[in-house]
């Protein structure tokens, strides 16, 4: 592999950004969500005891034990681990020097700490997964002290970088495996996508044109998934660039395929930073010319590109092939299609990765043991003097020591989708594994498993009224659908976490949801910060009395109907009965939501606020007020342009 010192400033100033999307997406949604008045608020998970602060960090780890010392509480301690998450990512964005392990390291303990509080509403597999491509980016990153200087490229670097394609790797493959091992009906068909675009939470105007495509098409797509989530990760290890090349436009395609039809926030933007660890600077237009042409002209350097480019036509031609016959693509010239389905059994696949599995630990194990030792003889051959080599060396193996422990521990989570392969680990790794479960370091992942809404996705419409019979309004969600005639947003890398908590409340029951039943006394009680999450409040001027839930099943309009709205919808049942007030009076006071205000005693000196919560509390009032999506535009694209003066 060629040089990677741009290829890996490159990833460093995404995950920049992507910090920067999460914090400020976070932000704009704490008061509703987790202060003294939202949803699930965040001190239930603080309680407030007479153990010493040291203690409660070392048995729950984050900062939020350590701000009221600043005069800070739990909600305030969100509000200004955000803005200061915010103000760093902007800094690494735009300044190169600044992008070192040190900020990366205090990115990742930021976002850590909000996690170790987030309840439901942080427990998404995109959040696991930045807190575990953040720590590598800590690896990564240089320890770079000095910021007068700039920041060089180290041997080792190809070493951290190659635990970025590592994860890619676990990522993809285990995304396209635990389709078909989860036996779900409509990936085994290839009809996954004939309900994906309808019935994922939050998508887009473009997902209503996707779902129209043809039936042979859709088809054909989910065929095309199985192949670049399956059988290109395996050349992201690849000694030929092309390979490598070929496998880095997949995935950026199934990724930007996905951002065009649906809002994942920023996960798609996060897969898309790790798939730069696929690159080199020749790619990003970084070479020397004159080597480069030096040389093309040796005849070995000819031969060498002659057959990288045999073994390259060869393994495209295997795909095809491959494609073609587990797969039974054909071409129908009647109708002008290709026609596919699964030529396998269930049984021969569980086979096959059972056979796999213990070929893919060995392969990474081989091609980091490679890695290693190209980066110990760069070490040897390319710098000069007895100290610097000797310096270089013990940096590389400082790294070496650091990969093969987070390589290891991520065996666990990787052999997740085979049993056999999971319990024929060695009992030391998953105790090692165990051991670090606390920090998430790694973790298992498994996109889209099953396919939900199939014959139409169930939504839950929230409805209010003065009069148990009458009178009922329904509540207007920001993002996700309710009313027929309203287009589907455009919402990403901002992530509602309601909306898409509604969207996975309808799949179960609001027994199962206790936040759910959080909500409506929230909206019983007309509190201003939940009702900030939602677009239209048919009560402005005094809360309804009653609140009920009903459940219905939407799907798209079809291409060419008269129907001029974007959805149809059918089927409404109950899914929460009519309640007020009193009927949930004595669940919340179980639950904790309600805070109670101590008034204070005649006489007694009330504590002044503090510098830090005074400004936690004007910066909230000056922009908390603004849209999630406007907030990140509104800093993001500042920064980008600054980025390119520093």
Known sequence: ????????????????????????????????????????????????????????????????????????????????????????????????????????????????????????????????????????????????????????????????????????????????????????????????????????????????????????????????????????????????RNLRLFAFFGQVLLQVLIILTGNYNFFNLLTIALCISLLDDQFLGRHNNKNLSANQSSLMSRLMSRLSTTISLVTYAGMVYAMVKYFKLTINTKRYSVESEVAFTSDEFFEAIQVAMPYTIGFGIASLALEVLSALWRCLSEDSGFFNKLWSLFQCLIMTFAAVGMFTISLVPHCVVDRTAYHNLWPEIHKMKESTDFLHLTHSYGLFRRMTGVGGRPEVIIEGSYYPESGWKPYEFMYKPGNLSAMPPFVAPHQPRLDWQMWFAALGSYEHNKWF???????????????????????????????????????????????????????????????????????????????????????EVTEEPTLAKEITVQIRELIGHLPGPTLICSLFIPAVIMSYFF
């Open 1 to 240: 592999m060629g040089k990677i010192a741009l290829t890996k400033d490159a990833l460093l100033w995404c995950m920049s950004s992507i910090y920067l999307f999460a914090f400020v997406s976070l932000y704009s949604q704490i008061p509703g969500l987790y202060g003294d008045n939202g949803i699930l608020p965040a001190r239930l998970v603080l309680p407030v005891d007479s153990k010493p602060e040291l203690k409660k960090f070392q048995h729950q780890p984050t900062l939020l034990w350590l701000l009221p010392a600043i005069g800070l509480d739990v909600p305030n301690g969100m509000d200004f681990i955000c803005i200061l998450g915010a103000a760093i990512s902007l800094i690494c964005m735009i300044s190169r020097r600044m992008r070192d392990a040190f900020m990366f390291a205090a990115l990742w303990f930021l976002y850590f700490s909000v996690y170790q509080v987030g309840q439901t509403f942080l427990w998404f597999q995109w959040d696991i997964l930045l807190l575990e491509t953040g720590f590598l980016t800590i690896l990564l990153a240089p320890m770079h002290l000095f910021k007068w200087r700039d920041p060089v490229y180290r041997h080792h670097d190809s070493i951290m970088m190659w635990l970025m394609k590592w994860l890619l790797f676990r990522l993809m493959f285990a995304s396209g495996v635990v389709k078909l091992t989860s036996m779900c009906p409509t990936w085994w068909g290839l009809t996954a996508l004939d309900w994906h675009y309808e019935s994922q939470c939050i998508p887009t105007p473009l997902a209503w044109y996707a779902h129209q495509l043809p039936e042979w098409f859709q088809r054909l797509s989910v065929v095309m998934t199985y192949v670049i989530e399956m059988a290109l990760p395996f050349l992201f290890f690849s000694p030929i």
């Open 517 to 603: 039943v959080n909500l409506i006394y929230r909206l019983l009680d007309g509190q201003q910060e939940v009702l900030d999450l939602i677009a239209h409040n048919p009560f402005e001027n005094k809360p309804p009395k009653y609140v009920r839930a009903k459940l219905y099943h939407y799907s798209y309009t079809k291409f060419g109907d008269t129907n001029v709205d974007w959805w149809k919808r059918w089927n409404a049942q109950e899914y929460l009965p009519t309640v007020n007030k009193d009927n949930l009076m004595e669940y919340v006071r179980k639950s904790g939501i309600i805070k109670k205000v101590k008034k204070p005693k005649k006489g």
